[in-house]
């Protein structure tokens, strides 16, 4: 379906002054190039000046059947015919004729010139293109200025080389897939004056491509992909450049069917058929590439993209003539910010057209047709621009609207389709505008914003004027009456130059036009579509690279259009300030939508810029009108409130948001309540809105919660408690994961967005710390906080020291996170330690005015008995650390430390650093010294300095620690350092004591005879006697 509207894309025209009859002409570099029907000559005419006044001309060496102008490279080729042959020719410097008495030079491809014509100065050069195949028809990429010719058989890609002219050295200009831009705006700077050093163009052959499937009528090429086009069918290419020269030589699988035995007796159809992509390839066309000898400068790769072949259909009347194709183009789109390649366009495009139908192709990102255009009577020819599609027919030239911009938007910003940023789809349905009439319309072309027509005398036959007048009462509905010249009148003709509004008129024009339908009916679909169309044309205006952008980049990567739209900062300005009104128009168009559609309002209205009290006041009903507020409004004012934002209502809007939701949508009331922007609205009206929601909803948690946070802010601390107690303390924590901004603000853009507690959290400090522990833990357990927030959150409580150590235990005991573990462990440990190292237990160490820490929530004991990461305490180290040797906040330190280091999860070597701190002086110091020795298997050296500083313990230590594969210790190293330390102190009791246990042990392990060798020289035989006894008794037992 097109839609129809009354806007008028035409600012003016003008009539250029030709002398002789236009045959053919083309246009860009800002001239018009006009070449008589039959003629030899070519007039360059300046249509970026009023009255379009002559540049310059010059002859050609034959007649011109065919002319193209390429940006890139400033210069002209034609395919002329002289003497029956048919020639290609390129036209370089050529507007160095505007000097009287100009110099042309004339040579073959790939041969300079030198001597006497180089040192005359810049000049006009025409090139002789040498082919093995008459040239039927030619395309210069506006890329790279490469230039691709269609044979008969043949397709011949040329790369455009630029040489100096003081050196003649090659400087190769890339391969149409990796090429550097330059700007008509440079060429011409430079051919303008002669004592420039203006560089030489010339071509070099690159690809022969051999299509023998397909007889060429029009050729396109843009950055690698090519195009041709037969009478019915449409077939596109992608050359790649690749590494492997392997990948020249493979020709893709085609398809064919088989050949009939006898074609006479059959009448061959063509068929319709569509192939994208890599489906293509069946198109039944072989496709194979010639070696040009210049194969060490790169190898190359065929690729299909794109075949479509169309057939006529007789059974609606249908002829030949009318089915075949024309106005083939690939249009590139370059945007201000791409993140490939600045020399690459975003987006490449495809268009081709019957004389009924238009076709739209999107190439890059995937093959995919954007819009079919249903002409309304038949079509010349056809040329599209980053804008708008300008079509002509016999009597009128018509606009119709493109999705390029919808494309390239995708293409440009990631966010798009999502609630940050929106855009109209690339499927939606194209409008066409109001057209303008002529008689006769033969031909067209368009630079930027000027359009050329050549009109001509109506000498249609009257078979033709029968099928017009039909045509014309079936389409009577898309066109107006129009004056008729009868073919008594004479024949004339005229070249017009038609210049188009700027975007910014034709979008003010469209808004204008909207406002209709927003009067009559605001839900029109039509009212939409046209708010979406004058989006998508700002949108292309915006995608172009700024004035700045261009005057920076050398014009780089910018289509021969865009440089004629003399767009300023301030236009660029003007252009935003538009957008954004008609970013907030379309806001309003999809909240007062249908479900389906009312999420778009989100976006929309993010990128409008407006404030949540504007939107309020643009959706706010009429009084007494029937209309409620609308799906889109709520969906987005949902969204404002449960995402995080700084934007902080007034409490007039936040009161009126309340009332929104009480009589829209009260089960959202909760969160409402709980969003960070509702700081100012008034607790007393909340308050009884949330009484209402219960008695009619009945009790919930999240709700409970949420009034004990509103009495709690009227300071009514009675009925507070009477709340908090409806529920137990874990289905408080049930209630606090279903709504964690009631104690949390901030956190939702991920672990680095800066997190603050709420009032609610505050008073939970004080009033119920295990609560509050207890709820941050669930809120880690179930994602919704990170472990760094939380420490965030606990230090602006000002608890570091006390619940946010309670927090990290409490974690530890939840989580099965092995990184969250190890990293909780090394905290916890520095944190016990720090705890044992302040010279004033009783304040924090580094800030000793800071009032005593709170007493922990969980003892060692209960740490023990919980968590599997807090080892049981070996038995030795009650009797190096009583219970009175140390004050109760470093024992109760010490112990979870002790516990830490007993279990199975702490690393030993991750603390060694930290234990420096630790002095050995006290027991408890070494205790811990001793543990972490003994955890990294330093069991001797232990043993020697338990015996130095507690003997009483060894024992102990022993049974404990010298098991299993240590055992041997209990002999090898205890045994004779007892011995030696008995003899040097006979008295000493405890000594002995331990000796007399560790002979104990070493009788039950060993042979009378390992027993024997063990003894001391010098021992006295009745000590040791008795437990050689028990040693001989138990290997006779065994």
């Known amino acids: 379906m097109v839609h129809v509207y009354n806007c008028h894309p035409f600012a003016s025209q003008q009539i250029v002054q030709v002398e002789q009859e236009p045959g053919l002409f083309c246009c860009g570099g800002g001239a018009l190039f006009v070449v008589a029907v039959g003629g030899c000559k070519v007039e360059a005419y300046d249509v970026e000046q009023e009255g379009c006044p002559l540049l310059c001309r010059f002859g050609t060496m034959g007649t011109v059947r065919s002319i193209k102008y390429s940006n890139i490279g400033d210069y002209l080729v034609t395919i002329e015919e002289k003497n029956s042959a048919t020639y290609l020719r390129a036209y370089t410097n050529w507007r160095y004729q505007a000097e009287e008495k100009a110099r042309v030079g004339v040579r073959l491809l790939g041969h300079l010139l030198r001597g006497a014509s180089l040192r005359g100065g810049a000049q006009m050069e025409i090139i002789e293109?040498?082919?093995?195949?008459?040239?039927?028809?030619?395309?210069?990429?506006?890329?790279?200025?490469?230039?691709l010719v269609g044979c008969d058989k043949t397709l011949v890609l040329f790369s455009l080389k630029r040489q100096n002219q003081q050196n003649l050295s090659q400087q190769n200009l890339q391969s149409p897939w990796q090429s550097t831009q330059q700007s008509s705006s440079q060429t011409q700077a430079q051919?303008?004056?002669?004592?420039?050093?203006?560089?030489?163009?010339?071509?070099?052959?690159?690809?022969?491509?051999?299509?023998?499937?397909?007889?060429?009528?029009?050729?396109?090429?843009?950055?690698?992909?090519?195009?041709?086009?037969?009478?019915?069918?449409?077939?596109?290419?992608?050359?790649?450049?690749?590494?492997?020269?392997?990948?020249?030589e493979e020709t893709p699988d085609t398809h064919q069917t088989d050949p009939v035995d006898d074609p006479t007796e059959f009448l061959l159809l063509p068929r319709h058929q569509e192939l994208l992509g890599d489906r293509a390839r069946d198109c039944g066309l072989t496709v194979t590439m010639e070696k040009t000898g210049l194969e060490d400068r790169g190898h190359y790769k065929v690729s299909y993209v794109l075949f479509r072949r169309f057939a006529p259909d007789f059974a609606q009347g249908c002829s030949v003539e009318e089915t075949r194709l024309h106005s083939l183009q690939l249009h590139p789109l370059f945007t201000n910010n791409q993140s490939v390649c600045v020399d690459e366009p975003a987006c490449i495009f495809c268009f081709f057209s019957l004389p009924t139908t238009g076709y739209l192709y999107s190439l890059r990102g995937g093959v995919e047709l954007l819009s079919a255009y249903q002409y309304p009577e038949k079509a010349l020819e056809a040329v599209l621009t980053d804008h708008l599609l300008h079509v002509i027919t016999k009597s009128a030239l018509q606009c119709f609207s493109v999705r390029c911009a919808a494309v390239a938007a995708r293409v440009e910003d990631p966010y798009i389709d999502t609630t940050m940023r929106a855009c109209p789809p690339c499927t939606l349905e194209v409008c066409a505008l109001r057209m303008q009439l002529f008689i006769g319309l033969r031909s067209l072309c368009v630079y930027g914003r000027h359009v050329v027509l050549l009109s001509t005398a109506d000498t249609e036959t009257p078979e033709e004027a029968e099928r017009t007048a039909q045509r014309r009462s079936i389409n009577r509905k898309w066109t107006g009456s129009?004056?008729?010249?009868?073919?008594?009148?004479?024949?004339?003709?005229?070249?017009?130059?038609?210049?188009?509004?700027?975007?910014?008129?034709?979008?003010?024009?469209?808004?204008?036009?909207?406002?209709?339908?927003?009067?009559?009916?605001?839900?029109?679909?039509?009212?939409?579509?046209?708010?979406?169309?004058?989006?998508?044309?700002?949108?292309?205006?915006?995608?172009?690279?700024?004035?700045?952008?261009?005057?920076?980049?050398?014009?780089?990567?910018?289509?021969?259009?865009?440089?004629?739209?003399?767009?300023?900062?301030?236009d660029r300005q003007e252009l935003e300030e538009a957008f954004r009104a008609n970013c907030a128009h379309l806001g309003d168009s999809f909240s007062r939508g249908n479900q389906r559609d009312c999420h778009l309002a989100l976006p929309y209205y993010r990128m409008s810029g407006l404030s949540v009290t504007d939107v309020i006041a643009r959706n706010r009903p009429l009084p007494n009108s029937p209309h409620s507020y609308g799906p889109g409004f709520l969906f987005y004012l949902k969204h404002f409130l449960l995402e995080e934002t700084d934007q902080i209502l007034t409490q007039e809007a936040a009161d009126e948001v309340i009332d929104i939701f009480s009589q829209s949508e009260p089960s959202e009331l909760v969160s409402v309540c709980a969003s960070p922007g509702m700081l100012h609205a008034s607790p007393a009206q909340m308050m009884v809105r949330l009484q209402y929601l219960e008695d009619t909803t009945g009790v919930s948690v999240p709700l409970t919660i949420t009034m004990a946070t509103m009495a709690l802010r009227l300071d009514d601390l009675l009925q507070y408690t009477q709340l908090m107690g409806r529920h137990s303390e874990m289905l408080l924590v049930y209630g606090f994961i279903e709504e964690p901004r009631l104690l949390l603000h901030g956190g939702s853009g991920g672990q680095d967005t800066h997190t603050h507690p709420t009032a609610f959290a505050r008073h939970l400090t004080h009033s119920q710390p295990g609560l509050l522990v207890a709820a941050m833990v669930a809120l880690h357990e179930n994602n919704r906080v990170q472990l760094e927030q939380a420490d965030q959150v606990f230090k602006e409580l000002g608890c570091e020291d006390g619940l946010l150590v309670d927090f990290w235990e409490a974690v530890l005991m939840a989580s099965s996170q092995e990184v969250v573990i190890q990293e909780l462990l090394f905290r916890l440990a520095a944190v016990y330690i720090d705890r044992l190292t302040h010279t004033h237990p009783d304040t924090h160490p580094e800030h000793p005015h800071t009032p005593p820490a709170s007493r922990s929530l969980k003892s060692a004991d209960d740490l023990i008995n919980s968590c599997s990461h807090y080892g049981v305490l070996y038995p030795w180290l009650s009797i190096l650390t009583p219970a009175t040797s140390t004050k109760s906040q470093q024992q109760e330190a010490l112990h979870k430390l002790q516990s830490l280091l007993c279990g199975p999860s702490l690393s030993v070597c991750s603390v060694v650093p930290l234990l420096e701190r630790l002095s050995e002086e006290t027991l408890w110091g070494f205790s811990l010294h001793l543990l972490c020795a003994t955890r990294r298997g330093q069991y001797e050296s232990s043993m020697e300095k338990l015996l130095d500083r507690c003997p009483q313990a060894i024992i102990p230590y022993a049974n404990h620690q010298l098991q299993d594969t240590h055992m041997p210790l209990w002999w090898q190293k205890l045994l004779p350092e007892l011995c030696n330390r008995t003899r040097a102190a006979a008295d000493d009791s405890i000594l002995l004591a331990a000796l007399k246990e560790t002979l104990v042990v070493v009788a039950m392990e060993t042979s009378p005879a390992e027993f024997l060798e063990l003894l001391p020289d010098d021992g006295t035989a009745s000590y040791f006697l008795p437990h050689l006894l028990t040693c001989s008794q138990r290997h006779l037992l065994a």
């Open 129 to 147: 293109i040498p082919l093995s195949e008459r040239p039927v028809a030619v395309a210069c990429c506006p890329v790279t200025g490469d230039l």
């Open 482 to 570: 129009r004056p008729r010249e009868s073919s008594e009148v004479g024949h004339g003709w005229n070249l017009y130059v038609v210049d188009t509004v700027t975007p910014l008129t034709l979008y003010h024009e469209m808004i204008e036009y909207s406002r209709r339908y927003v009067e009559s009916s605001p839900q029109t679909q039509s009212c939409r579509h046209l708010l979406c169309e004058a989006h998508l044309l700002l949108r292309a205006s915006l995608l172009q690279p700024s004035s700045r952008q261009r005057s920076g980049d050398g014009n780089a990567g910018v289509s021969p259009e865009t440089n004629t739209d003399g767009e300023t900062d301030a």
């Open 191 to 248: 051919s303008s004056s002669p004592n420039q050093n203006v560089s030489v163009l010339d071509f070099e052959r690159s690809v022969i491509l051999h299509v023998p499937g397909i007889s060429p009528k029009q050729v396109a090429l843009c950055a690698g992909y090519v195009a041709v086009q037969a009478e019915l069918e449409v077939l596109v290419l992608k050359l790649d450049a690749t590494s492997d020269p392997k990948d020249q």
